[in-house]
Nanobody, 114 residues
Framework: QVQLVESGGGLVQAGGSLRLSCAASGRTFSIFHMGWFRQAPGKEREFVARLIWSGGSTTYADSVKGRFTISRDTAKNTVYLQMNSLKPEDTAVYYC???????WGQGTQVTVSS
């Protein structure tokens, strides 16, 4: 069993930056990838970014390319999401996901005001 804890959400102005963290604990010896999803009010949960643990290759949704960066700290079993040039449409609850096992965190709220 793996536990994921997201942190770093908050309220920021459009154009600002925020850094989210997701710390994994428990049975983390076989991490394949970790990623970020988000869900805005009234919308489906959508993919944001993914990182393959071995080698660190990354994939991004088109909507965040060039603005968001996913990275990892292998010693801490933690992934980060650096969000720059934030837009009001980025407002959502951001969730961390780990594979294998499809573990999810509780989410952290990001609100971007105009």
């Amino acid at each position: 069993q793996v536990q994921l804890v997201e942190s770093g959400g908050g309220l920021v102005q459009a154009g600002g930056s925020l850094r989210l963290s997701c710390a994994a604990s428990g049975r983390t010896f076989s991490i394949f990838h970790m990623g970020w999803f988000r869900q805005a009010p009234g919308k489906e949960r959508e993919f944001v970014a993914r990182l393959i643990w071995s080698g660190g290759s990354t994939t991004y949704a088109d909507s965040v390319k060039g603005r968001f960066t996913i990275s990892r700290d292998t010693a801490k079993n933690t992934v980060y999401l650096q969000m720059n040039s934030l837009k009001p449409e980025d407002t959502a609850v951001y969730y961390c996901k780990l594979m294998p096992g499809s573990s999810w965190g509780q989410g952290t709220q990001v609100t971007v005001s105009s």
